[in-house]
T-cell receptor, first 112, second 111 residues
Framework: DAKTTQPTSMDCAEGRAANLPCNHS???????VYWYRQIHSQGPQYIIH???NNETNEMASLIITEDRKSSTLILPHATLRDTAVYYC?????????????FGTGTRLQVTL | DGGITQSPKYLFRKEGQNVTLSCEQN?????MYWYRQDPGQGLRLIYY???????QKGDIAEGYSVSREKKESFPLTVTSAQKNPTAFYLC??????????FGSGTRLTVV
């Protein structure tokens, strides 16, 4: 699976959009981009994933660049409850390997 | 409600003892995983299983053992050979090709 690079930490004011970047310059054509988040001392929570088109769900939007070498997770109106560590992961679908590899993620702090 | 349950939430172990962490899921997921997380660190894969009676080592399998006798259950044993077992342990499950569902974790402390 391709390696990802994320900033160590970010701050965001409550009510503003939080834009979390991720670089995955070695991504392969069959690898999806996944985002998870982990609130302190809990298990990670799935947020969203995509292959090459932009995706949106009730939690967030995922913007993937045309060359697929980077992506941005957007939380449109951040709240204090969105304070967490956010993990960007790339993973190939198909075949026998389905394990996710987590890096250290981005620690997002939402403030008043 | 469907979900994945880890027990106990907190576990204390004396040095030299083996302990077993439970993980049960009722999501009918094929694959199950065990991760370890140390303070301020990301998750590291210990073992994973894609079908019953089959499992593979992850990145840090030494000192751990697992079994997968039932689809719903994937217990992890932390053996005395694991030199630094104090950590937060997370179990997850997934259907192949889909995202993971995580349990709430077990915090193991060696005393």
């Amino acid at each position: 699976d391709a390696k990802t690079t994320q900033p160590t930490s970010m701050d965001c004011a409550e009510g503003r959009a939080a834009n979390l970047p991720c670089n995955h310059s070695t991504i392969s054509g069959n690898e999806y981009v996944y985002w998870y988040r982990q609130i302190h001392s809990q298990g990670p929570q799935y947020i969203i994933h995509g292959l090459k088109n932009n995706e949106t769900n009730e939690m967030a939007s995922l913007i993937i660049t045309e060359d697929r070498k980077s992506s941005t997770l957007i939380l449109p109106h951040a709240t204090l409850r969105d304070t967490a560590v956010y993990y960007c992961i790339v993973r190939a679908e198909g075949g026998t390997a389905s394990k996710l590899t987590f890096g250290t993620g981005t620690r997002l702090q939402v403030t008043l | 409600d469907g979900g994945i349950t880890q027990s106990p939430k907190y576990l204390f172990r004396k040095e030299g003892q083996n302990v077993t962490l439970s993980c049960e899921q009722n999501l009918n997921h094929d694959a199950m995983y065990w991760y370890r997380q140390d303070p301020g660190q990301g998750l590291r894969l210990i073992y994973y299983s894609q079908i019953v009676n089959d499992f593979q080592k992850g990145d840090i399998a030494e000192g751990y053992s697992v079994s997968r006798e039932k689809k719903e259950s994937f217990p992890l044993t932390v053996t005395s050979a694991q030199k630094n077992p104090t950590a937060f342990y997370l179990c997850a499950s997934s259907m192949l090709f889909y995202g993971y569902t995580f349990g709430s974790g077990t915090r193991l402390t060696v005393v």
